[in-house]
């Protein structure tokens, strides 16, 4: 065989090898938490101790190696690894159970669930910005992360100052920074801005700055925790394309987002947490269901828990005891899909008598801002004078939004004197959103070609 085939062979070969390159290893993995700040530091203590003084068999290792190759932007591996009793003290809580997942170059795993299901706080320990108390982390190479608003940013120092830190943090050298801080700041689009205080920033030009410095560090591992739901239309464009283009380029993301348009568009697999436990890792499609379907039976029941119904805020003429969402059956229901008919029950009692003129109002809100407000007066409804008991029941013909949850704010109000009788806020209502459609309505729309 000659030179020349021998070459190709190895050259493929070693292009195959580097394509199936595991830059993520992630092994049963666990972190806990407590919820009493008086516990949590006292158990701090008791664990910075046994780990300077081993007691029994409760010993904790952690070991860190980081090396780095002298040519290109250089390799680190990093290995975290703690041994740790799965028993958990008066308090406490799993965070992240067990999981373990492997990513490889060039792969984009999305990382979906619920508010508290664990997704921030394993990105933190994949960044080292928290230790697990159990398991094993592996990281190769350099990583870029955007987790948090304005994390890892000193807000008295400025632009330009935090992305020196940042390089350095990174593992760039000051000759290396110098070099790409102007490709950083045209990026980020603040080269106005880049010599003030970073706390003087508003939340678009903070996550605009921490994406620039992620990206433009050439990280072979990016973390992208919902920092693509920030900026105008423009900036996120850009976002996206440069995504594309890293993945061509063999880097590697975990991508958290509550958008599963996003989600089904950039990523290969997904894992799906659910209490800080993995119930799906693999297909994405399958995935994205699955955590659709989990809307069905969330564990509050069909009754909403998530206002404070014992208290009354207002005159308490009238004060609202219950809210009930009900399908067009009347039955109880926990979600609704885009374009359904439902009705929202709000039952009452009426401490007073002849209480009359009696308005309600309502206001529909997503997480981008308000999607509905109206009241009965608007709809030319007059309830008359109202019984001790009873329920107003407010019918929506359809609801088109497309998202995962949206948030009722109810008031029952005088409507000469606008005096408010009881006023209740936050009742949540999930959405099994079209993960195929991205923005805030789901339309019936019909594609031709004329």
Same mark, same amino acid.
């Given at each position: 065989m000659s030179n020349e085939a021998l070459g190709s062979?190895?050259? $493929?070969?070693? !292009?195959?090898? =580097?394509? @199936?390159?595991?830059? #993520? !290893?992630?092994?049963?993995?666990? !972190?806990? *938490?407590?919820?009493?700040? !008086?516990?949590? &530091?006292?158990?701090g203590v008791k664990d910075i101790a046994s780990e300077l003084l081993p007691i029994g068999n409760r010993a904790k290792r952690s070991e860190t190696d980081c090396r780095r190759q002298?040519?290109?932007?250089?390799e680190a591996e990093s290995k975290s690894e703690i041994e740790n009793s799965d028993a958990l003290r008066p308090?406490?809580?799993?965070?992240? @159970?067990?999981?373990? *997942?492997?990513?490889?170059?060039?792969?984009?795993?999305?990382?979906?669930?619920h508010n508290g299901a664990g997704k921030t706080t394993l990105l933190k320990m994949l960044?080292?910005?928290?230790?697990?108390?159990?398991?094993?982390?592996?990281?190769?190479?350099? #990583?870029? $992360?955007?987790?948090?608003?304005?994390?890892?940013?000193?807000?008295?120092l400025t632009g330009r100052e935090n992305i020196y830190v940042n390089g350095s943090v990174l593992g760039l050298s000051k000759k290396e920074i110098d070099e790409k801080i102007d490709e950083i700041i045209d990026f980020a689009e603040i080269r106005e801005f880049i010599d003030a205080p970073v706390q003087s920033y508003s939340s678009g030009m903070t996550v605009r700055l921490g994406f620039a410095i992620a990206v433009k560090t050439n990280p072979d591992v990016l973390l992208l925790d919902e920092v693509l739901a920030v900026g105008d239309i423009g900036f996120q464009a850009k976002c996206f394309n440069t995504l594309a283009e890293f993945k061509k380029q063999g880097v590697s993301f975990i991508?958290?987002?509550?958008?599963?348009?996003?989600?089904?568009?950039?990523?290969?697999?997904?894992?799906?947490?659910q209490r800080g436990k993995i119930r799906h890792l693999?297909? =994405?499609?399958?995935?994205?269901?699955?955590?659709?379907?989990?809307?069905?039976?969330?564990?509050?029941?069909?009754e909403n828990s998530n206002t404070?119904?014992?208290? #009354?805020?207002?005159?308490?003429?009238? #004060? &609202?005891?219950?809210?009930? *969402? &009900?399908?067009?059956?009347?039955?109880?229901?926990?979600?609704?899909?885009?374009?359904? =008919?439902f009705s929202l029950a709000l039952e009452y009692e009426c401490p007073s008598e002849n209480v009359t003129n009696t308005v309600l109002d309502i206001i529909i809100r997503d997480k981008e801002g308000i999607l509905f407000q109206g009241t009965s007066e608007s709809y030319q409804t007059d309830y008359g004078v109202l019984p001790p008991k009873g329920t107003l029941l407010t019918r929506f013909c359809r609801m088109p939004v497309n998202g995962t949850e949206i948030s009722f704010f109810v008031a029952v109000l005088d409507a000469d004197s606008t005096e408010v009788y009881d006023w209740k806020r936050n009742i949540k209502l999930s959405v099994a959103g079209n993960p195929k459609l991205t923005g805030r309505l789901a339309l019936d729309a019909e594609f031709t070609l004329q």
């Open positions: 062979i190895n050259e $493929a070969s070693s !292009k195959a090898s =580097t394509e @199936n390159e595991v830059l #993520v !290893k992630v092994k049963g993995v666990s !972190k806990k *938490f407590c919820r009493s700040l !008086k516990k949590s &530091l006292w158990y002298p040519e290109g932007r250089g308090g406490e809580f799993w965070a992240v @159970n067990n999981v373990s *997942f492997e990513l490889r170059r060039g792969e984009c795993l999305g990382l979906i669930g960044n080292g910005l928290i230790k697990p108390d159990g398991g094993r982390i592996e990281m190769r190479g350099r #990583v870029g $992360a955007l987790i948090a608003l304005g994390a890892g940013f000193n807000p008295i991508l958290v987002s509550h958008n599963m348009h996003l989600i089904n568009r950039y990523s290969d697999r997904v894992a799906y947490l693999g297909d =994405t499609d399958e995935g994205v269901n699955l955590f659709t379907r989990d809307m069905d039976a969330p564990d509050s029941g069909t404070d119904w014992s208290r #009354v805020y207002g005159s308490g003429k009238v #004060v &609202l005891r219950k809210a009930l *969402f &009900l399908n067009e059956a009347g039955e109880p229901i926990n979600y609704i899909r885009p374009g359904d =008919t």
